[in-house]
């Protein structure tokens, strides 16, 4: 399995910005003038995210860092460009980075699943309870990340919690069945079971521990 989260399934990823247009009144002269410069600030900072997935995609690293960098400059805040990074980092062995930057993106918006699960992959060796509460999280935010209720069942399952681990893998399975095989045998869903009944056990989501 991939370490790294893309939605609800399991590849390496990087994210880039949507473009919403709105409907807007009439307005005066300065104030259409300060929404035409925030619309063109908008397009801009997609356009440098899509510039830097391209790089990405052909393995130009540099070139990646620095277009997600030129985003922060225009918007310090802006979570897919954090949430990029980080991705950038992971994917080089720079664990130190990479926390930093998801712990931007998590600033920015701390419901964020695919830093919060990403984050949680970095901690999942060395503290695996905090890991846990970041997986939680993840799932609260987007219950059919599939990948997310798969590592909560591996955490359980190290800590001999069965039942929960196996809710929390029976959960996984009934979101992404091509997960089955990943599952170790004493926890795996049979064959027949039926996946809503699996999607809809909420035993494994309660509070971290």
Request: aromatic share 6%.
């Amino acid at each position: 399995m991939r370490s790294i989260w893309m939605a609800v399934g399991a590849a390496l990823t990087l994210v880039v910005g949507g473009l919403v247009w709105a409907v807007m009144t009439h307005a005066g002269p300065a104030a259409e003038g300060a929404a035409a410069d925030g619309v063109n600030s908008e397009i801009r900072t997609d356009a440098l995210l899509e510039s830097g997935l391209l790089h990405f995609r052909h393995r130009d690293l540099p070139q990646a860092k620095a277009a997600f960098e030129h985003v922060l400059a225009l918007d310090p805040e802006n979570k897919l460009a954090w949430y990029n990074l980080g991705v950038l980092a992971q994917d080089q062995g720079r664990r130190s980075d990479a926390h930093r930057a998801y712990d931007a993106a998590l600033k920015a918006d701390s419901a964020y699943p695919s830093a919060l699960f990403n984050k949680a992959l970095l901690l999942k060796a060395s503290d695996p309870d905090k890991a846990l509460g970041l997986l939680r999280r993840a799932v609260a935010a987007d219950p059919k990340a599939s990948t997310a209720h798969f590592h909560i069942g591996e955490i359980l399952a190290r800590k001999g919690r069965e039942d929960e681990a196996r809710n929390a893998y029976h959960r996984a399975v009934g979101l992404d069945p091509a997960l089955r095989s990943q599952v170790p045998a004493a926890f795996r869903p049979a064959s027949g079971e039926s996946a809503e009944a699996a999607v809809n056990s909420d035993t494994e989501a309660g509070s971290p521990r």
